[in-house]
């Protein structure tokens, strides 16, 4: 009995064949995706991704600017008056800061809060006056 020759070539080259084949395949999906974004994974030319919802911004640094500032929500506010002491006496500068709020601040203290309510009821007399 004759055993043929070319059947484990034969077969040795289908195997080939079929994995260049998908890894031309695999390759052709990974550069498809590197249109706009650039990079792995796809995505838009901002950066984003075009599949999904945009991700949350930043956490909000705190400084002086954000607690005197008259854009800053009345939340933020509050809890730069609860937790953070430093910035209380910023807070006596910002127009949204309403009576109940100064009162919490000067009452909770704070480095600089005693000076800074004393330029605002100045100023307040002054203009009265």
Do not use: K
């Amino acid at each position: 009995m004759r055993r043929r020759r070319h059947g484990g070539r034969r077969a040795a080259r289908s195997g080939r064949l079929g994995r260049l084949s998908r890894a031309a395949r695999l390759h052709g999906l990974a550069t498809a995706g590197r249109g706009a974004g650039g990079g792995r994974g796809g995505g838009t030319a901002d950066g984003g991704r075009a599949d999904g919802p945009a991700p949350p911004p930043p956490p909000l640094e705190l400084t002086p600017l954000v607690a005197c500032s008259p854009g800053t929500d009345y939340e933020t506010l509050e809890y730069i008056a609860r937790e953070v002491p430093g910035l209380r006496r910023w807070l006596v500068a910002n127009p949204n800061a309403d009576a109940r709020l100064l009162e919490y601040v000067s009452q909770a203290g704070g480095p600089g809060v005693r000076e800074a309510l004393t330029v605002l009821l100045d100023a307040l007399e002054e203009s009265d006056g």
